[in-house]
T-cell receptor, first 122, second 112 residues
Framework: DAGVIQSPRHEVTEMGQEVTLRCKPISGHNSLFWYRQTMMRGLELLIYFNNNVPIDDSGMPEDRFSAKMPNASFSTLKIQPSEPRDSAVYFC????????????????????FGPGTRLTVL | KNQVEQSPQSLIILEGKNCTLQCNYTVSPFSNLRWYKQDTGRGPVSLTIMTFSENTKSNGRYTATLDADTKQSSLHITASQLSDSASYIC???????????FGAGTRLAVHP
């Protein structure tokens, strides 16, 4: 398996532009997570899905951020309009099922991370 | 307040030496605790996952311990290698609140 695939790997855009980040989870995984990592704030969970349904989006910083998972093999994270403070590395992760827990968060399953998308907003 | 604190912030050791990284948490209710290794420019990779009933878990030269009473965890690296140079992140799952609480990480540098 190729693992979690993210695209693009690097994105440079200007303030005000729309940015779309893409993720393909590992085949057969039921849960998908979007994270953001910065030097100042470290890793932050933005939103996660279980069986394509958004479960918790309380980590999404503002209404400018939105995420979708139209099917089991694809998810997008969109920022519109983008701002310089959105500059960060965005990771997608997936996990198989809910073994040992009632939710993807409490699940005992390992999360597999993608390589990340480094976003720079000028 | 749910918090995860890691220490030290950074560490330099010589190749072949052992080291121990610390993670203290105040997360409640506790669901599980994870240690991740993150190489520069790459996504985190899971090392161990522990529930409250597990005291020790090993993954090769990495051994994690958990004391649910004192809410402390440690990650011990034995016979360090240059490839161990990375950031190590402790993450605690607050099951009842369905949240992940992240530590700031420990940056480890292994020198020859």
């Amino acid at each position: 398996d190729a693992g979690v695939i993210q695209s693009p790997r690097h994105e440079v855009t200007e303030m005000g532009q729309e940015v779309t980040l893409r993720c393909k989870p590992i085949s057969g995984h039921n849960s998908l997570f979007w994270y953001r990592q910065t030097m100042m704030r470290g890793l932050e969970l933005l939103i996660y899905f279980n069986n394509n349904v958004p479960i918790d989006d309380s980590g999404m910083p503002e209404d400018r951020f939105s995420a979708k998972m139209p099917n089991a093999s694809f998810s997008t994270l969109k920022i519109q309009p983008s701002e310089p403070r959105d500059s960060a590395v965005y990771f997608c992760a997936s996990t198989p099922g809910l073994a040992g827990g009632l939710t993807p968060i409490s699940s005992y399953n390992e999360q597999f991370f993608g390589p990340g998308t480094r976003l720079t907003v000028l | 307040k749910n918090q995860v604190e890691q220490s030290p912030q950074s560490l330099i050791i010589l190749e072949g030496k052992n080291c121990t990284l610390q993670c203290n948490y105040t997360v409640s209710p506790f669901s599980n605790l994870r240690w991740y290794k993150q190489d520069t420019g790459r996504g985190p990779v899971s090392l161990t996952i522990m529930t409250f009933s597990e005291n020790t878990k090993s993954n090769g030269r990495y051994t994690a311990t958990l004391d649910a009473d004192t809410k402390q965890s440690s990650l011990h690296i034995t016979a360090s290698q240059l490839s161990d140079s990375a950031s190590y992140i402790c993450v605690v799952s607050a099951g009842g609140y369905n949240k992940l609480i992240f530590g700031a990480g420990t940056r480890l540098a292994v020198h020859p």
